[in-house]
């Protein structure tokens, strides 16, 4: 029941194109979900998050879709560059004050030029 | 910006040796994380540490491993005989309050143990 699952495993866009990469959760007390953008050699590092009180997050060109009735949530990229080739994870964590994270598996992006 | 450090960057050692990663966490944050990064899997949780004490730690984080705080900056964590298994990235992070605060990774250490 804590096990966030992510999708798919890896994926190749053209430059211009919208990557999308869904995950899904069971906990229905997870109440924070993360996606974090990880370089090689890099620690992951925060992209955007949303809470469940919304349906969508928009930062630039990165969008968080979320419906809760389905307990999934997705990381839509307007527009992708070759700069945003990177792994992404989800993650999800529940208000218990500690902030302990559940890292989906992550999906390995490639934007062709 | 203010980031979290850790050192060092790549560590080698023989199995069953001890190992300390280091990290020092970004200096207002008060919520510490040890995660880790077998490669090519998932980012795993490995502990929190708020108040001097854990406060939540993974069915990974065994007896084998323990953390500290050892003065107002730095925060590590012990392997105290590594395995093989052991081999992974592992990264540090903090977070400047409760659940709803971001956390901010270090940039990892990579142990591999031969």
């Known amino acids: 029941q804590q096990q966030v699952k992510q999708s798919p495993q890896s994926l190749i866009v053209q430059k211009g194109g919208i990557p999308i990469i869904n995950c899904a959760y069971e906990?229905?007390?997870?109440?924070?979900f993360p996606w974090y953008q990880q370089f090689p050699g890099k620690g992951p590092a925060l992209l955007i998050a949303i809470r469940p009180d919304v349906s969508e997050k928009k930062e630039g060109r990165f969008t968080i879709s979320f419906n809760k009735s389905a307990k999934q949530f997705s990381l839509h990229i307007m527009d992708s560059q070759p700069g945003d080739s990177a792994t992404y994870f989800c993650?999800?964590?529940?208000?218990?004050?500690?902030?302990?994270?559940?890292f989906g598996k992550g999906t390995m992006l490639l934007v062709s030029p | 910006e203010p980031e979290v450090t850790q050192t060092p960057s790549h560590q080698v050692t023989q199995m069953g040796q001890e190992v300390i990663l280091r990290c020092v966490p970004i200096?207002?944050?008060?919520?510490f994380y040890w995660y880790r990064q077998i490669l090519g899997q998932k980012v795993e949780f490995l502990v929190s540490?708020?108040?001097?004490?854990?406060?939540?730690k993974s069915e990974i984080f065994d007896d084998q491993f323990s953390v500290e705080r050892p003065d107002g900056s730095n925060f590590t964590l012990k392997i105290r005989s590594t395995k093989l298994e052991d081999s992974a990235m592992y990264f540090c992070?903090?977070?400047?309050?409760?659940?709803?605060?971001?956390?901010?990774f270090g940039p990892g250490t990579r142990l591999t143990v031969l």
């Open positions: 200096s207002n944050h008060l919520y």
């Open positions: 993650a999800a964590s529940k208000d218990s004050g500690y902030s302990t994270l559940t």
């Open positions: 906990n229905t007390a997870f109440d924070y």
């Open positions: 992070a903090s977070s400047p309050g409760r659940a709803w605060d971001t956390q901010y």
């Open positions: 540490f708020y108040n001097n004490e854990i406060s939540e």
